[in-house]
């Protein structure tokens, strides 16, 4: 295929439409004898293949590409010769060689500067089954966001491979004082899925350098979507020990019954004039605004174009490899507002393929880019997109005020007036004024990686309360999200207050900021097995994950109990059975007396404990609820169905001894 100035002045469109490739073939696949490596290239006038017998070779092979269908490049090279040698491509591009990794490169060596020739497929651990921990829909998920070096890099945490993928497969590590850590933590839990911050190869970090305490960085910078981080590696130079330690992780999670999903950023690269995207079809895979500059709507300094069709088939080739490859079981999309409904779409219905049960979640927000607003695939456009859930920030900043300003207060801070933000939020945002169809199109959530804790957010809202206040009002807010409906979604370190020393976006304030502290975890225990037992009461009673959105208006009854009270009833008749909770969050700093219905109640959480395997019979018309505190009630249930039996049985026997004394009178 040789260059011609008319392609290089093709718009996104016209390459569109003259060279979008739908194979399922770019950057390197393996047959029993070869391998064949196709890059897309439709601009350049030549590629050739550079190869690297190791990692740091200075002497290299170059093999000529030959020009392929719509705009490829390929060669084959013999698998027994090649297989483990490191690559590049380079290509002339109006007249200037540009060199680069592979963009669809599967596995690279340290700092992602060199892709590598080995088949992911042919690295699996011992154990490694693609069954998935049983699920059975959205609203019964609770996601757990977790920073992979975060998890074990604590010296207290008791894990050998302290922050690596392997840290986090090691079972049985403890404090030394015997509390839970890592692994172990996880699963006491009790959440269903570990959502993991980017695992891919980010450029933020230098991996050679991984145990420096400040060489961190949460990893939003993009550089090689296919391939695993390697700081998270034991050994960053083997690619193969990145992709083991990976699966192995994964398995180990869904060996304890959780699911794993993927952080993904394809809004924006870490550097557009660097990374491997887009280096080989200048100025295609990014927006540009009027004046030829990028976008920025992402505020990293470039948007991506999911719109574009070869932009797209990036990013579902590449969700669709790490749900197959690595048996991941959900996406988190960061700022997926700056995608395109119809990519988001076909991203759903390409894992819709794989497993139905695959969550995607994203941020939905509202972000300044050359889109469409009909198109973009924001939470104003969330009935579009069914199957895909966004962050309901409304509820966020209701529960705890806005997170933009820091002294701003919420529902749990005595700001009564964001009441119906919370209400909605409970309701699964699925009323008239909320922007989801059903209640699997929103996570609900109050606490994330970014923006302040809520304990650091209380600390700068409310100055003036005791800690065991602020104690009070951070576990009111994770019962309101743990009993509203929708997909709860908890901030690794929320349950114990973690605090980031009132560092609103630590995403480079180093380890010793952003490290799990379980030492912290055993001195707050009740608040962990407060959550641990509001998930628990979660599981335990369905109507806390109402299916869909008519079952939540027909269920879920909000109670007028005063200023500052969040009363709701969920009831149903079930199988015969009258099913009945009511929850009462009582942010005023007073002690509350509520007036029950007529029935038997048993108390399932109040103040500040749950108590499902002996809860408290409570008989008496009226009910304390504490200051600042959740109460949860469930009625006894009444058999309807056995009592309807028992009173038409008695029914029957009236009736025949009637008869019976009536023949007895007649002979008499």
Same mark, same amino acid.
Request: charged share 25%; glycine share 8%; hydrophobic share 35%.
């Given at each position: 295929?040789?260059?011609?100035?008319?392609?290089?002045?093709?718009?996104?469109?016209?390459?569109?439409?003259?060279?979008?490739?739908?194979?399922?073939?770019?950057?390197?696949?393996?047959?029993?004898?070869?391998?064949?490596?196709?890059?897309?290239?439709?601009?350049?006038?030549?590629?050739? $293949?550079?190869?690297?017998?190791?990692?740091?070779?200075?002497?290299?092979?170059?093999?000529?590409?030959?020009?392929?269908?719509? %705009?490829? =490049?390929?060669?084959?090279?013999?698998?027994?010769?090649?297989? +483990?040698?490191?690559?590049?491509?380079?290509?002339?591009?109006?007249?200037?060689?540009?060199?680069?990794?592979?963009?669809?490169?599967?596995?690279?060596?340290?700092?992602?500067?060199? %892709?590598?020739?080995?088949?992911?497929?042919?690295?699996?651990?011992?154990?490694?089954?693609?069954?998935?921990?049983?699920?059975?829909?959205?609203?019964?998920?609770?996601?757990?966001?977790?920073?992979?070096?975060?998890?074990?890099?604590?010296? #207290?945490? +008791?894990?050998?491979?302290?922050?690596?993928?392997?840290?986090?497969?090691?079972?049985?590590?403890?404090?030394?004082?015997?509390?839970?850590?890592?692994?172990? =933590?996880?699963?006491?839990?009790?959440?269903?899925?570990?959502?993991? &911050?980017?695992? =891919?190869?980010?450029?933020?970090?230098?991996?050679?350098?991984? /145990?420096?305490?400040?060489? =961190?960085?949460?990893?939003?910078?993009?550089?090689?979507?296919?391939?695993?981080?390697?700081?998270?590696?034991?050994?960053?130079?083997?690619?193969?020990?990145?992709?083991?330690?990976?699966?192995?992780?994964?398995?180990?999670? !869904?060996?304890?019954?959780?699911?794993?999903?993927?952080?993904?950023?394809? /809004?924006?690269?870490?550097?557009?004039?660097?990374?491997?995207?887009?280096?080989?079809?200048?100025?295609?895979?990014?927006?540009?605004?009027?004046?030829?500059?990028?976008?920025?709507?992402?505020?990293?300094?470039?948007?991506?174009?999911?719109?574009?069709?070869?932009?797209?088939?990036?990013? &579902?080739?590449?969700?669709?490899?790490?749900?197959?490859?690595? *048996?991941?079981?959900?996406?988190?999309?960061?700022?997926?507002?700056?995608?395109?409904?119809?990519?988001?779409?076909?991203?759903? *219905? #390409?894992?819709?393929?794989?497993?139905?049960?695959?969550?995607?979640?994203?941020?939905?927000?509202?972000?300044?880019?050359?889109?469409?607003?009909?198109?973009?695939?924001?939470?104003?456009?969330?009935?579009?997109?069914?199957?895909?859930? !966004?962050?309901?920030?409304?509820?966020?900043?209701?529960?705890?005020?806005?997170?933009?300003?820091?002294?701003?207060?919420?529902?749990?801070?005595?700001?009564?007036?964001?009441?119906?933000?919370?209400?909605?939020?409970?309701? +699964? /945002?699925?009323?008239?004024?909320?922007?989801?169809?059903?209640?699997?199109?929103?996570?609900?959530?109050?606490?994330? !990686?970014?923006?302040?804790?809520?304990?650091?957010?209380?600390?700068?809202?409310?100055?003036?309360?005791?800690?065991?206040?602020?104690?009070?009002?951070?576990? &009111?807010?994770?019962?309101?999200?743990?009993?509203?409906?929708? $997909?709860?979604?908890? *901030?690794?370190?929320?349950?114990?207050?973690?605090?980031?020393?009132?560092?609103?976006?630590?995403?480079?304030?180093?380890?010793?900021?952003?490290?799990?502290?379980?030492?912290?975890?055993?001195?707050?225990?009740?608040?962990?097995?407060?959550?641990?037992?509001?998930?628990?009461?979660?599981?335990?009673?369905?109507?806390?994950?109402?299916?869909? #959105?008519?079952?939540?208006?027909?269920?879920?009854?909000?109670?007028?109990?005063?200023?500052?009270?969040?009363?709701?009833?969920?009831?149903?008749?079930?199988?015969?059975?009258?099913?009945?909770?009511?929850?009462?969050?009582? #942010?005023?700093?007073?002690?509350?007396?509520?007036?029950?219905?007529?029935?038997?109640?048993?108390?399932?959480?109040?103040?500040?404990?749950?108590?499902?395997?002996?809860?408290?019979? *409570?008989?008496?018309?009226?009910?304390?609820?504490?200051?600042?505190?959740?109460?949860?009630?469930?009625?006894?249930?009444?058999?309807?169905?056995?009592?309807?039996?028992?009173?038409?049985?008695?029914?029957?026997?009236?009736? &025949?001894?009637?008869?019976?004394?009536?023949?007895?009178?007649?002979?008499?």
């Amino acid at each position: 295929m040789k260059q011609t100035a008319d392609m290089l002045t093709l718009t996104p469109q016209e390459l569109d439409e003259r060279f979008a490739y739908s194979g399922n073939d770019l950057g390197a696949t393996f047959s029993e004898t070869a391998i064949r490596v196709r890059l897309w290239a439709p601009t350049a006038e030549r590629v050739v $293949i550079r190869l690297y017998k190791t990692l740091r070779a200075r002497k290299v092979e170059e093999v000529e590409m030959v020009a392929g269908e719509r %705009g490829t =490049y390929v060669v084959e090279l013999d698998r027994a010769a090649y297989e +483990g040698y490191f690559y590049t491509f380079q290509a002339s591009i109006n007249g200037q060689k540009v060199e680069a990794v592979d963009p669809y490169a599967k596995a690279v060596g340290t700092n992602g500067k060199r %892709g590598a020739l080995i088949d992911p497929t042919s690295v699996t651990p011992e154990r490694w089954i693609e069954e998935r921990p049983l699920f059975h829909s959205s609203q019964d998920a609770v996601v757990y966001e977790l920073h992979v070096r975060d998890a074990t890099s604590h010296p #207290a945490s +008791g894990v050998v491979a302290r922050g690596t993928f392997a840290g986090l497969t090691e079972a049985g590590t403890r404090t030394p004082n015997g509390g839970l850590t890592g692994l172990d =933590y996880l699963a006491d839990l009790g959440v269903t899925h570990v959502q993991l &911050l980017p695992i =891919y190869d980010f450029g933020s970090v230098n991996e050679t350098a991984p /145990n420096d305490p400040d060489n =961190y960085n949460w990893g939003y910078d993009p550089v090689n979507y296919f391939a695993p981080e390697g700081s998270y590696s034991s050994n960053p130079d083997d690619p193969r020990t990145r992709i083991l330690e990976l699966k192995q992780l994964v398995q180990a999670l !869904h060996d304890r019954g959780i699911r794993v999903i993927m952080d993904v950023v394809f /809004n924006h690269t870490y550097d557009a004039a660097t990374v491997p995207l887009g280096q080989f079809v200048p100025g295609y895979f990014y927006r540009q605004e009027a004046d030829g500059s990028l976008s920025n709507g992402s505020f990293c300094g470039n948007d991506t174009a999911s719109e574009r069709l070869m932009m797209r088939k990036f990013i &579902l080739d590449c969700v669709t490899y790490w749900a197959k490859e690595y *048996h991941l079981d959900g996406f988190r999309f960061d700022l997926m507002g700056l995608h395109d409904v119809e990519t988001m779409n076909q991203v759903r *219905h #390409a894992l819709d393929r794989i497993d139905p049960s695959i969550l995607i979640i994203g941020e939905g927000w509202d972000l300044d880019t050359p889109l469409d607003p009909e198109e973009k695939a924001n939470y104003f456009n969330a009935p579009k997109m069914p199957g895909i859930a !966004h962050f309901n920030n409304g509820l966020r900043d209701g529960v705890k005020g806005d997170v933009q300003t820091p002294e701003d207060r919420g529902f749990i801070s005595g700001a009564f007036d964001r009441t119906s933000e919370v209400k909605r939020g409970i309701a +699964g /945002n699925v009323s008239s004024q909320g922007f989801a169809d059903e209640p699997n199109q929103v996570v609900s959530y109050v606490e994330a !990686h970014d923006d302040l804790t809520i304990w650091d957010k209380l600390t700068v809202s409310r100055p003036e309360d005791t800690e065991e206040t602020r104690r009070k009002r951070q576990m &009111l807010a994770n019962a309101i999200i743990l009993t509203g409906q929708g $997909i709860p979604f908890l *901030h690794a370190g929320q349950e114990f207050f973690r605090t980031k020393d009132g560092i609103r976006d630590s995403f480079n304030a180093g380890e010793v900021v952003n490290r799990l502290d379980y030492e912290r975890a055993e001195t707050e225990r009740p608040a962990v097995e407060y959550v641990k037992g509001l998930i628990a009461l979660r599981r335990q009673y369905p109507m806390f994950r109402l299916a869909n #959105a008519a079952m939540i208006k027909k269920h879920l009854r909000f109670l007028e109990e005063g200023e500052g009270v969040i009363a709701f009833e969920l009831k149903r008749t079930y199988e015969g059975y009258i099913e009945r909770q009511r929850v009462y969050h009582n #942010a005023t700093e007073e002690d509350i007396t509520i007036e029950l219905p007529n029935g038997e109640f048993e108390v399932l959480v109040e103040s500040g404990a749950v108590k499902l395997h002996a809860p408290r019979l *409570h008989e008496e018309k009226q009910l304390v609820v504490q200051a600042l505190t959740t109460t949860v009630i469930a009625e006894r249930k009444a058999d309807y169905k056995k009592y309807a039996v028992a009173g038409g049985a008695a029914l029957t026997i009236i009736g &025949l001894l009637y008869a019976a004394n009536k023949r007895r009178k007649k002979t008499d």
